[in-house]
Nanobody, 114 residues
Framework: QVQLVESGGGLVQAGGSLRLSCAASGSIFSYVMGWYRQAPGKQRELVARTTNYGTNYADSVKGRFTISRDNAKNTVYLQMNSLKPEDTAVYSC??????????WGQGTQVTVSS
């Protein structure tokens, strides 16, 4: 089992930046690593996802957010620039290998003030 711990959330003004980290208790090499977010009253949505072959992003964050992974450190990052109030949500890290090997962190709050 892989445990995931997110950090780096907080309160930031619109236009600002934050960097989220997701530290895993074991190797993430074989996992698809993703960042998801859920705003109050809304469904959870994919923000960004990375494999060892590439990345993909939600249209709403393209050009502003960057996901990266350091397999040696078992850590995934989400650099968030040009933040908007609509980016306010709980951001959660996910490690996915299969339906049986799918893990979530506890989430970290990101609040963007206008």
């Amino acid at each position: 089992q892989v445990q995931l711990v997110e950090s780096g959330g907080g309160l930031v003004q619109a236009g600002g930046s934050l960097r989220l980290s997701c530290a895993a208790s074991g190797s993430i090499f074989s996992y698809v690593m993703g960042w998801y977010r859920q705003a109050p009253g809304k469904q959870r949505e994919l923000v960004a996802r990375t494999t060892n072959y590439g990345t993909n992003y939600a249209d709403s964050v393209k050009g502003r957010f960057t996901i990266s992974r350091d397999n040696a450190k078992n850590t995934v990052y989400l650099q968030m620039n040009s933040l908007k109030p609509e980016d306010t949500a709980v951001y959660s890290c996910n490690a996915h290998f299969s339906s049986l090997f799918d893990y979530w962190g506890q989430g970290t709050q990101v609040t963007v003030s206008s």
